[in-house]
């Protein structure tokens, strides 16, 4: 049991068996003690004031006197107005430590067949150009996400949707056979999606000049619009898409399937997956039949026009169109119809959509239609919103061909891990494969770490040359502290140094403030998976390495003689080694054994 259960427990008895009340000991709440006063942890006894019929002070230091008389655990308290300082038994730590290293998978709870299943979407790619920065947010924070829920004790699914048809999908298809003269990722020795990227944005080069030749012959904008024969060509292959024109259809398949090849060499960098994929091109048709069960049952109604709508203003929204008078989808409509495959694929107990901030209404709409139409997990839909990322440069802008591409990015951040850790004389004794493999690890896990560490709700600005930085909030820093931790142990094996007995050792301040942080680490998981954050994991991790390195400057581990010290402190190494790599999976990131 927890430091933290053992005194909500403690407190509980205390106010029953003080002042006759029954209270939940969940309800107690012990918070690390601030570190201007004494103490290790503590509690409000605000809420037993009226019980007592004292003063917060008053009954402070009488719940203090029964723990310290009652509690083995409890070695002292001192009150500051109503709040109890309690002073742990310092040799009560080290059990907290045998227990740590006495458990695996240590701040993680195993998912059992009754556990509810969790579907996590992420990533949602258009295939009509390579993931961007942008992207790499979304899979980063729904893969981590989605780790994080299962380390909490659910069952999860990771899906992703991909949007493969449509005007813009067109585009890059009519661009291949006016101008892209035959290329193939082989010939051009190209990813497919970069190919295919390459042609989308021609296609907008080309539509822009046509426009501005149509303007310049004195149509207006709108007119000009309409006249694009380039657009009227885009529209057409649309038609005969939907049509199920064999020629249009087979040239579509024959890109999408460079697209996807290059789509999944960039998950396994990234080190992303999914376990179902779902495919607009198959999703929409369910959906437009799902919108007509519901037009049937009244649900939804139709316009003079032919379109059907949804009728929300009960709910505080608005009208919101599900089908256009001639009959074809919009993005509402393809996305009930992927809820329906996916609630018929798995018994869904809760669905989360990891989806930019700037469809939040949409999500809104989303939800109460779903709970319209009797999928019984739609009310409770999560929209994981999360902010733009932009670069110290401005914002990213697609269609003009300048997006940052997640390839490259991610390049370029293993490249200049490469440069600085060699700089620094991380790398100094290794083999060329292990400085690549450093270099790999150091890069990516730069950039997750940086992305994931802020809070997903807000924008943020992604710097390449801060997030590889060896000292401060970042992830080399994480990684080169596990690296030292395990040089540790190593050199502690080869010198027969093995851990022992430290049960009577009556640890110091440092070490008892790294127990402390370990013993923290399921509450973190569990708050992690509640709010939906990776920003928490993130955010403890930097702190416990932070604890570590204080630790590790001020206590002598290897040559420490007293055997018992020694092997408290190689515990605390262990230990810390062990939730840093634990941690650091939850958030895709890892870790090197050596640097």
Known sequence: MSVENIIR??????????????IDPASVAPQATRKEFEGNLTVMVFPYVKAARKAPEAAGDEIGRWLEANEPAVAGFNVVKGFLNIVITPTFWNSVL????GTPDYGTVKPGADSP????????PNTNKPLHLGHVRNNLLGYSLARILDACGNRVVKTNIVNDRGIHICKSMLAWQKWGNGATPESTGQKGDHLIGDCYVAFDKHYKAELKALKEQGLTDEEAEAASTLMQEAREMLRRWEAGDPEVRALWEKMNSWVYAGFDATYRRMGVDFDKIYYESRTYLDGKEKVLEGLEKGIMYRREDGSVWA???PDGLDHKLLLRSDGTSVYMTQDIGTAAQRYADYPIDRMVYVVGNEQEYHFKVLSLILDKLGFKWGKDLVHFSYGMVELPNGKMKSREGTVV???????????????VSTELGKTDGLSAEEIDSIAEMVGLGALKYFLLKV????????????????????GPFIQYTYAR???VLRRASEAGMNIGDYSAVVPNEKEIALVQRLADFPSVVAESGRNFSPALIANYVYELVKEYNQFYHD???????????????????????RVVRTATSLLGISVPERM
């Open 9 to 22: 427990n403690a407190v509980a008895k205390a106010v029953h068996e003080l002042y006759g009340l029954d």
């Open 98 to 101: 045998t227990s740590i290293i």
């Open 117 to 124: 299943l969790v579907m996590v979407e992420y990533s949602s």
């Open 311 to 313: 009728d929300l203003t």
């Open 405 to 419: 591409d997640a390839d490259d990015l991610m390049a370029d951040m293993v490249a200049d891990a490469k440069k």
């Open 455 to 474: 809070d997903p709700r807000k924008n943020m600005t992604f710097n390449p040359e801060e997030s590889i930085d060896f000292n401060g909030n970042t």
């Open 485 to 487: 931790i395990r040089s």
């Open 555 to 577: 206590c002598s581990i290897l040559r420490e003689t007293d055997e018992a010290v020694r092997s408290l402190r190689l515990a605390l190494s262990e230990a810390t080694a």
